[in-house]
């Protein structure tokens, strides 16, 4: 019998569904909402509100694109957390009373193990190109910044994590102090490829073991660019490119500084990356220069499966429906956690 798995996440500003037939992706919705760009970041509340619009329409139309009805539906899995308390409550509720009513599996998805899982979507039953257990992941979101040894679907150990600011949020506000606009992550990824990543240097953090530190950075930017406009008001715009290209450049070393010694001291050199930073191209070049020079076997998501879908909830769902891991309907959302 064929298990079809529906999955939901809207744990953010992103509404989005899909659905895997026996691993395999057969549809992937996502409404992004761009009410809050005029605000220069996330605004929950307005969140909550457009998830409430679009939850519908989009599961509707991710199962009509996969030439699915409801009631062929094996289980139906969503992001639980961690996430907005507000954004995750629209696709949380939908989630569980739709399972209730078709009397099928409910499964909770932890959004971060959705992120790393996303290695594992098929698009095609000959799509073979994923990573061998255990490897490394290096998780990079606008939330979040860890290094996570991955031994099993189930199975994840967080090795560093960052202690202050993820990587994604020191992009995105550096971007916003320099009046870039918002998300900042795709802006600085595309004024860096014209810029020098050597005109400016930034502090970087001292911290020991495997985790990281981005606020440093964050200050040491702020500091700098004080400095810089008092002398030349017009200091951004003559130089954001260059600007744009070292704050990058040293957010990719630090970030691949950590992950070396990880490698190296784990042996293990099936090396992922996944999240919305991941999306960068500065970040992706450095992960090909590690596969030359280090012989790491690695593996880069596809710019769609980066930043937050559904897509990769439904094959995490479709996982944990093979080990039966059901979630029963009095788990509730949550909203802080990372994996484990
Ligand atoms: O994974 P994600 O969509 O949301 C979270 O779950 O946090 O990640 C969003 C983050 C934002 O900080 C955004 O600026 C960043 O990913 N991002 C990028 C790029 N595209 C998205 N950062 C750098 N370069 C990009 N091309």
């Known amino acids: 019998m064929d298990t079809i798995i529906l999955g939901i996440e809207s744990s953010c500003d992103d509404t989005s569904a899909a659905v895997i037939k026996n691993g395999v992706l057969l549809s992937s919705v996502i409404a992004s909402q761009a009410v809050h760009e005029a605000y220069g970041g996330v605004v929950p509340e307005l969140a909550s509100r457009a998830h409430q619009q679009n939850i519908v329409p989009v599961v509707h139309e991710a199962l009509k694109r996969a030439g699915v009805t409801k009631e062929q539906l094996s289980a139906i899995a969503f992001t639980r957390g961690p996430g907005l308390m507000g954004s995750l409550l629209v696709g949380v509720s939908f989630a569980k009373g739709l399972a209730r009513s078709l009397d099928i599996p409910m499964i909770d998805v932890n959004h971060l193990q ?3 899982l996303a290695h594992f979507i098929k698009e095609s039953e000959d799509d073979h190109n994923q990573p061998k257990f255990p490897f490394i992941c290096l998780l990079v979101s606008g939330g979040n910044s860890q290094i996570i040894r991955v031994n099993a679907y189930n199975d994840m150990e967080v090795l560093g994590q960052t202690i202050d600011d993820a990587a994604g949020e020191a992009i995105d506000k550096c971007s916003k102090v320099m009046g870039l606009g918002y998300p900042g992550g795709p802006i600085i990824d595309k004024l860096a490829r014209q810029g020098n990543p050597k005109a400016y240097t930034f502090s970087k953090p001292h911290i020991p073991g495997y985790d990281y530190s981005f606020s440093g950075l964050k200050t040491s930017f702020l500091y700098s660019l004080r400095e810089w406009l008092k002398e030349d008001p017009d200091f951004i715009e003559h130089h954001k490119t260059d ?13 691949m500084d950590k992950l070396r010694k990880v490698v190296k001291d784990t042996g293990i050199n099936e090396v992922a990356v996944a999240g919305g930073v991941s999306a960068n191209n500065g970040l992706r070049n450095a992960f090909h220069e590690h596969a030359d020079k280090y012989g790491w076997k690695i593996y880069i998501p596809k710019f769609g499966y980066t930043t937050d879908n559904a897509a990769m909830i439904a094959i995490t769902g479709y996982y944990k429906f093979m080990d039966k891991d059901f979630c029963t309907i009095d788990k509730p959302a949550y909203s802080r956690v990372t994996i484990k």
């Open 114 to 116: 959705g992120h790393v």
């Open 243 to 255: 600007l744009a290209a070292s704050l990058e450049k040293t957010i990719v070393d630090i970030l």
